[in-house]
């Protein structure tokens, strides 16, 4: 899978969302996730994201690691819905973020 990390937080630029075939890029409150099983690995999202906040698994920065569990975490309850645009915008999101001062200021 593909994973979002720190830089999207409080930037949600969203150009991602418009190259992922599967749609598997969904909104929470401060940043986007991707679904790891939902995610097909095509890579497209990684390199139209304007601040880099995208990277294959393998290659997330490590201090960026807990973001590999985050982009998991955010799914626990919402769990495997097949398509980010019916679902819409969800408005919570999971730690990192939820203690990450507001970003970009
Ligand atoms: Fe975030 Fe970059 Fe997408 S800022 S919303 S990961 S284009
Ligand atoms: Fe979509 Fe990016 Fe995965 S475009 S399929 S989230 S690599």
């Known amino acids: 899978t593909y994973v979002i990390a ?3 937080v409080d ?5 991602c ?4 075939p599967v749609d598997c890029i969904y909104e929470g409150g401060r940043m986007l996730y ?7 690995d095509c890579g497209a999202c990684e390199p139209v994201c304007p601040v880099e906040a995208i990277y294959y698994e393998d290659d997330v920065p490590e201090e960026w690691a807990a973001y590999t ?6 799914f626990d309850e919402l769990g495997s819905p097949g398509g980010a645009a019916k679902v819409g ?5 999971v730690e990192p973020v939820t203690s990450l001062p507001p970003q970009g200021e």
Do not use: G, M, T
């Not at 569990?69 to 955010?74: P, S, Y």
């Not at 915008?89 to 999101?93: A, I, R, T």
């Open 11 to 15: 930037v949600l630029d969203k150009a």
């Open 17 to 20: 969302i418009e190259e992922c």
């Open 6 to 8: 720190e830089p999207c």
């Open 34 to 40: 991707i679904h790891p099983d939902e995610c097909v």
């Open 69 to 74: 569990k985050a982009n998991a975490d955010f």
């Open 89 to 93: 915008k969800v408005n919570k999101d």
